[in-house]
């Protein structure tokens, strides 16, 4: 069955984002490559065709099959977010990492000249706090880990704990999930109550919510009332700086042809063929919202960063030794 297996995000600054993830959080690289040419271009729709240039790079915590991707692209240059974004404006919003070492994460976040946006709140006996991460601008909440936030994994290290977006129409949206990808739908407070909006500076917030058990990962969708949220630049450019997507994962062909074949029904348009061994293409779900579609067979799992590598000795001035 598919999962929410990737965050990708689009860096000003690879190597620092890379190090904040790695020395701060416990992430381990699973290595990248470039990408450049007409098929990068069609893939994530750039307008720059053959002369598409972009490097990528994957970060892996505890997960078996969940990631974190990091993009920055070289031409078309990536653009930075624009000025008065907020994390109610259409489009994915931010991200959490699931970590057991709350008290040590913080003080190494510190150490690396990144700030919290709020003091950390306790959520049903779990405590949490944002940050906007400096390369990415992306909100990120970190959670600490109990029995009721634990998340599953095959190794140790921090987890993928979920996914949020914002949209126009919740009702589309949830249609849509449910009939392309068959999640199923939980608790609409399993992740945040109102209140918490405030942990991402949208206190007083007004909005209706669904969350989605997305294999090992949540997808919270949201949709606001107050503030109002603006709709993205739409001749924006996926290589533009923040949160780009997330990527549905499927280890059988089969059923990601399902899938798209439920996509087709609802209109719903993608940018590639499907892939023949493996590979992905993208969605454009509600808003014009970008979704991944990747195909990964089990014996390719090294090849799209699902298995770690050595990115760097030890000796992190982060990290205590």
């Known amino acids: ?178 009939e392309v990808y068959g999640f199923p739908e939980i608790a609409s407070d399993a992740l945040h109550r109102p209140e918490h909006e405030a942990l991402w500076g949208l206190e007083g917030a007004r909005r209706t919510c669904a969350v989605f058990q997305a294999g090992d990962v949540l997808l919270e969708v949201m949709e606001y009332e107050i503030p109002e949220p603006k709709a993205p630049d739409p001749d924006a450019p996926l290589s533009d700086q923040g949160f780009m997507n997330v990527a549905m994962g499927y280890r059988d062909r089969d059923e990601l042809l399902r899938a798209r074949e439920a996509s087709e029904r609802l209109g719903i348009r993608s940018t590639a063929g499907m892939p023949a061994v493996s590979g992905g293409f993208y969605l454009r779900l509600v808003d014009n919202l970008s979704v991944e579609m990747l195909l990964v067979p089990e014996q390719f799992a090294s090849s799209y960063g699902f298995e770690p590598q050595e990115l760097a000795p030890p000796g992190s001035p982060y990290v205590r030794t």
Request: overall charge negative; some cysteine; glycine content about 8%.
């Open 1 to 178: 069955m598919a999962g929410l297996i990737q965050v990708a995000v689009c860096t000003a600054n690879m190597p620092r984002t890379i190090r904040t993830l790695v020395e701060v959080f416990g992430f381990s690289s699973a290595g990248g490559r470039p990408r450049w040419g007409e098929f990068a271009a069609r893939l994530q729709e750039l307008p720059s065709g053959d002369d598409t240039s972009v490097m990528l790079w994957w970060m892996l915590g505890r997960q078996e099959f969940v990631h974190i991707e990091l993009f920055h692209h070289i031409n078309p240059p990536q653009r930075p977010r624009p000025a008065g974004w907020r994390p109610s404006d259409l489009g994915w919003v931010r991200y959490g990492i699931t970590v057991s070492d709350f008290d040590a994460v913080l003080e190494r976040l510190s150490a690396a000249g990144e700030s919290t946006l709020t003091d950390p709140v306790i959520v049903d006996g779990a405590r949490r706090v944002c940050f906007r991460e400096s390369g990415s601008d992306v909100i990120v909440e970190i959670i600490e880990e109990t029995e009721e936030t634990a998340v599953p994994g095959v190794r140790p290290g921090p987890a993928v704990s979920y996914a949020a977006v914002s949209v126009s129409d919740l009702e589309v949206a949830r249609r849509q999930i449910r």
